[in-house]
């Protein structure tokens, strides 16, 4: 059974460092997410990407972060300068043109 | 005002009793989905049903049931037979058709008790 694969599943940084988190969405999918949760929080919406540009963001998603589908089959996000606080599980997520999204087990952020 | 609202930080339940976990939503949107989704101790999301706003039966997915009464704008969960696996958090989701993003609540830390 298809699914979302994320890398990698752990990354641990020093604030201020750049870091980019990678993701190989289901391969028919057509819509693309990433979404952020912080230790026993819920699950927070970033972005959402179709047809080759943000589709919607949230205000969470500051110029620190951005999005890049770089060839057809990898989603990546950046973080450009990371803080203390960018300490999450970012998850990323794809769907068809049906309704449920299908999410990646997830790259644990730690910034130290 | 949030868009999904989950009551029950957490809820108890014997193993093979059946179970219900609450959601309510807010949209003025008259087209959206409303989903639900396990997160284990392991940390994946696992997408678990679907309903839309439209449609005239409750979804129904193996074990799972969502209890949709729209005038009310509710979405429960109702896990039958419940098992030791069940042990997990649960959150509720939505999805207006006029956007992309899905709305997340708080979640829902259900414990199965043998």
């Known amino acids: 059974e298809p699914e979302v694969t994320q890398t990698p599943s752990h990354q641990v940084t020093q604030m201020g460092q750049e870091v980019i988190l990678r993701c190989v969405p289901i391969?028919?999918?057509?819509?693309f997410y990433w979404y952020r949760q912080i230790l026993g929080q819920k699950v927070e919406f970033l972005v959402s990407f179709y047809n080759n540009e943000i589709s919607e963001k949230s205000e969470i998603f500051d110029d620190q972060f951005s999005v890049e589908r770089p060839d057809g089959s990898n989603f990546t996000l950046k973080i450009r300068s990371t803080k203390l606080e960018d300490s999450a599980m970012y998850f990323c997520?794809?769907?068809?043109?049906?309704?449920?999204?299908?999410f990646g087990p997830g790259t644990r952020l730690t910034v130290t | 005002a949030q868009k999904i609202t989950q009551t029950q930080p957490g809820m108890f339940v014997q193993e093979k009793e059946a179970v219900t976990l609450d959601c309510t939503y807010d949209?003025?949107?008259?087209?959206?989905?409303l989903f639900w989704y396990k997160q284990p101790s392991s940390g994946e999301m696992i997408f678990l049903i679907y309903q839309g706003s439209y449609d005239q039966q409750n979804a129904t997915e193996g074990r799972y049931s969502l209890n949709f009464q729209k005038a009310r704008k509710s979405a429960n969960l109702v896990i039958s037979a419940s098992q030791l696996g069940d042990s997990a958090m649960y959150f509720c989701?939505?999805?207006?058709?006029?956007?992309?993003?899905?709305?997340f609540g708080t979640g829902t830390s259900l414990t199965v008790i043998p």
């Open positions: 997520a794809s769907r068809d043109t049906r309704y449920e999204q299908y």
């Open positions: 989701a939505m999805r207006e058709d006029t956007g992309n993003q899905f709305y």
């Open positions: 391969s028919n999918h057509l819509y």
């Open positions: 949209t003025s949107d008259p087209s959206y989905g």
